[in-house]
């Protein structure tokens, strides 16, 4: 994961907007000793990053039991990152590709969270590494989505299966799935349309296109990503709660990091759901996706 | 879904009760309570602080009511101070929409990406057309999302509105920018006969400097009467960043949180109106195009406390209960207020809800039942089970369960296939749900009931009504300068 260029970049934009953030670093810049003030002042701020209520009292337990009226050193910013990086999954893999035969990558998400996005750049990821790809545009629902990944697959010069809004997503599913074992794709990703996971039936509806892709590829769907909005707060832990249980994820995607919400559910969402991170999305164009690293996230968090 | 954090409130609600008097030691616990659900509702930390040290100032300064549980009285200040600072000013309410008087009125929505613009520039045209008699054209001028200009045209003849776009952006910069889009379309709306024109700006970040200046540019350019912020409702303790970023570049004048349909807290809506003192004027609730709401601040506070969004309940009742005939909902009002809630109403509401759909959701935003279903327990199978167990039960236990003792407990338990201390715990949470009930009914909002209630038909929500209409504003948004020399003054007033 890139920060560094790309908030070089988002700097010099800041200027103004700065001071509102309370930046986790400028706390250990504090001489004298942890005492309850600095407790304070530390929960602040984690709870400032949507970090949450449970892996919040962790931590700044953790701080306390280890530092309670010692002077504040550059040890404990260390001690602090390893255990934020501790409540985090290890090192993001990217994707687990199949052996042989194509993987199948089924992509969900609430609304609006970036999964169409994700899913292009996801497809660039995947050309580089050498892989043919298709994108199944079973979005049906919202207006233009279709056209929206039509445009993508055009950019990416990739194969789209798609139907008119308003049809069947399953079987746009399903010959996505039929086109990809006859032309012998590497990659097939299914783009799905957004849906609260408080939508009982949309839930249903998605755990139909996942049966389908179980029972035309082998193995598949060999990745179940959630897309997260990194803007989102505590709903988010919900939200992977709800789309874990119905169509078993297998990992997140955080879109929209680049701006200055850094996304802290995730902690909650470790802890909760061991849902690992996969990527994280850092912008609108095709190379602004990063594999997820606990080091570098933890890095920008006690950043600007 | 909410049950967790209603359950945490209902607790720190348990804790208090029964204590006699507020004193500082006795409210402490509960008011880290209520700081943690709001936390957990997504509040800004700072403005949580801040609200719960004006609860507690409040709370202690207060004589405690013979008539009241303190408990009560706390819940009671905590709901209507959230409703105070999510109103604007009530001597002078805001208006809805500041219509131009001599040329077509330019509404703009902006906010970050994905946020539902698009979807609300279409929700508002369509208000607009059908509720304010207006003639609205829908203005694409987001050029950057893919398929954004489609999707706007799509939304647009789904409804018969027209919309004004001029094809993607070339490379290389050549053709349309949006500025120039939002000019040409401002002119065209005043040959064509558009009385409002309503600008969907492409999604920014508040950091990001020329697409803010863009946004600066069209606002100096083609002076929108209003300008809103659309801002998803499930936004974390970043809300107040953007929305104060946004606020500073553009002077908002209003508001428009989406996706409240889910089960988000929506704590952002306290937030953005404590930080920016720009009043929330709709909700969206859905991706149907009917599916906006004018923002009520009783609901929402009801939904941040998470005690149940009554309000919400009662108005989709409302919507399925068509044929209810004005004396049953008077019946039903009587009852409310005397908190004279039996199993059969109980009941009853579970039949409309079940015709509804959504069951769990609505489960989860009545009052007190969240904690029907019990943690890790599939909601459909606890549904189920209680469904069961009313059924078991005659009409006399309904109408009155304290009748219910062991054996009628191993009678029904037999009969539903449950075991008799479920039908025990069953109906200590329903005596639950009939104080708070109750409760509600005394919390002097008979009013607010008695609005909503008489609403039914006509009603500010309901599906045959309209929204009261706008007034007619004052001519066009003041120049920046104008604004600026407001906007200190206000907040000088605020001190
Ligand atoms: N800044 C930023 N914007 C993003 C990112 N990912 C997606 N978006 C934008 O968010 C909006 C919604 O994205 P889209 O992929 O259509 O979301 P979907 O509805 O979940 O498919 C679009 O305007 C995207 O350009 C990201 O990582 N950063
Ligand atoms: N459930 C729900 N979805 C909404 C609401 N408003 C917008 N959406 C959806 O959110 C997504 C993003 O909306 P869009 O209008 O494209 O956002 P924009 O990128 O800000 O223009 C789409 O899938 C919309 O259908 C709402 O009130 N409720
Ligand atoms: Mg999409
Ligand atoms: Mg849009």
Redesign the interface.
């Known amino acids: 994961m890139v920060f560094g260029a790309l908030f070089s970049k988002i700097k010099q934009g800041l200027a103004k907007t700065r001071s509102l953030f309370s930046s986790i670093a400028q706390l250990f810049s504090f001489k004298g000793r942890v005492d309850q003030k600095f407790l304070d002042e530390l929960e602040k701020r984690l709870y400032l990053a949507d970090v949450g209520t449970y892996a919040t009292q962790e931590i700044v337990a953790r701080v306390k039991q280890a530092y309670l009226d010692k002077e504040v050193s550059g040890e404990m910013v260390a001690f602090v990152k390893d255990q934020l990086k501790s409540m985090l999954t290890a090192p993001s893999q990217g994707i687990a590709f199949a052996p042989s035969g194509p993987t199948v990558i089924l992509v969900a998400g609430v609304n609006g969270a970036g999964k169409t996005t994700s899913i292009a750049k996801l497809a660039k990821y995947c050309q580089g590494q050498g892989k043919t790809v298709c994108v199944a545009a079973c979005d049906t629902f919202r207006a233009a989505a279709v056209e929206q990944l039509t445009i993508w697959s055009q950019r990416l010069g990739c194969e789209i299966v798609k139907n008119q809004q308003g049809s069947d997503p399953a079987s746009v599913a399903h010959d996505a799935c039929e086109k990809t074992k006859a032309r012998n794709f590497d990659v097939l990703i299914v783009d799905t349309a957004g849906r609260l996971h408080t939508q009982t039936h949309l839930m249903k509806e998605l755990d139909k296109i996942r049966r389908i892709v179980i029972k035309q590829i082998p193995g598949a769907p060999h990745e179940v990503l959630l897309v997260l909005d990194a803007t989102a707060g505590q709903n988010a832990i919900l939200q992977a709660e709800n789309f874990k249980k119905t169509i078993a994820c297998t990992g997140i995607i955080l879109a929209k990091l680049d701006g200055t919400a850094k996304g802290g559910a995730i902690f909650g969402i470790k802890q909760k759901l061991d849902l690992p991170v996969k990527f994280v999305g850092l912008g609108e164009g095709l190379d602004d996706l990063e594999v997820f690293n606990p080091t570098e996230y933890v890095e920008k968090l006690f950043e600007d | 879904?909410f049950e967790g954090i209603m359950r945490g409130l209902s607790e720190a609600i348990k804790g208090m009760r029964g204590k006699g008097k507020i004193t500082e030691a006795n409210i402490q616990e509960g008011l880290r309570q209520v700081r943690?659900a709001l936390?957990?509702?997504?509040v800004?930390?700072?403005v949580v602080n801040e609200f719960i040290e004006r609860v507690k100032g409040q709370a202690l300064g207060q004589q405690v009511m013979r008539s009241l549980d303190p408990s009560e009285q706390i819940i009671k200040i905590i709901y209507e101070e959230l409703v105070r600072l999510m109103k604007g000013e009530v001597e002078k309410p805001e208006p809805l929409f500041h219509f131009a008087k001599d040329r077509p009125t330019v509404l703009m929505l902006c906010g970050?990406?994905?946020?539902?613009k698009t979807t609300t520039c279409a929700k508002l045209a369509m208000l607009l057309r059908d509720r304010h008699g207006k003639k609205p054209l829908l203005v694409a001028a987001d050029l950057?999302?893919?398929?954004?200009v489609?999707?706007?045209?799509?939304?647009g003849e789904?409804l018969g509105i027209p919309v004004y776009a001029e094809g993607p952006a070339q490379p290389g910069g050549k053709g349309p920018n949006p500025v120039s889009v939002c000019n040409n379309a401002a002119a065209h709306a005043r040959s064509a006969g558009y009385d409002v024109i309503i600008l969907d700006t492409a999604g920014r970040?508040?950091?990001?400097?020329m697409p803010?200046e863009e946004l600066k540019q069209i606002d100096r350019q083609v002076r929108p009467d209003d300008v809103f912020f659309v801002c998803?409702a499930?936004?974390?303790?970043?809300?107040?960043?953007?929305a104060?970023?946004f606020d500073?570049a553009l002077d908002l004048n209003g508001v428009i949180l989406t996706?409240l349909?889910?089960?988000?807290?929506g704590?952002?809506a306290l937030s953005i109106k404590q930080v920016t003192n720009v009043a929330i004027k709709f909700m969206g609730v859905g991706?149907k195009l009917s599916a906006l709401e004018e923002f009520v601040p009783e609901r929402m506070a009801q939904r941040i406390m998470g005690q149940g969004d009554v309000w919400s309940i009662i108005e989709k009742v409302q919507r399925v209960q068509q044929e209810l005939s004005a004396e049953e909902i008077e019946a039903q009002r009587k009852k409310l207020e005397k908190g004279d809630f039996n199993l059969d109403d109980f009941r009853k509401q579970f039949t409309q809800m079940a015709k509804m759909?959504?069951m769990?959701?609505m489960l989860g935003s009545m009052p007190g039942m969240g904690d029907l279903i019990p943690e890790g327990e599939d909601p459909d199978v606890a549904i189920k089970r209680i469904q069961g167990i009313i059924d078991g039960m005659t009409k006399e236990e309904r109408k009155n369960p304290d009748v219910i003792d062991l054996s009628r407990r191993r009678r029904i338990a037999q009969g539903s296939g449950t075991e008799p201390h479920n039908i025990k715990q069953f109906l200590n949470q329903f005596a639950q749900v009939r104080v708070i009930m109750r409760q509600i009914a005394n919390m002097s909002m008979m009013d607010r009931l008695k609005m909503l209630m008489g609403m039914g038909k006509s009603g500010m929500i309901g599906p045959g009504g309209s929204l009261p209409k706008a007034k007619i504003g004052t001519g066009h948004r003041k120049t920046a300068k104008e604004r600026a020399d407001e906007r200190k003054k206000k907040r000088k007033r605020d001190k």
């Open positions: 879904m943690t936390l957990e509702a997504d800004n930390f700072n970050l990406q994905g946020s539902g950057q999302r893919p398929a954004a489609e999707q706007l045209k799509t939304l789904q970040l508040h950091i990001a400097e803010m998803d499930m936004t974390g303790q970043d809300a107040v960043n953007s104060k970023a500073d996706k349909d889910g089960d988000a807290r704590g952002a991706e759909g959504g769990k959701d």
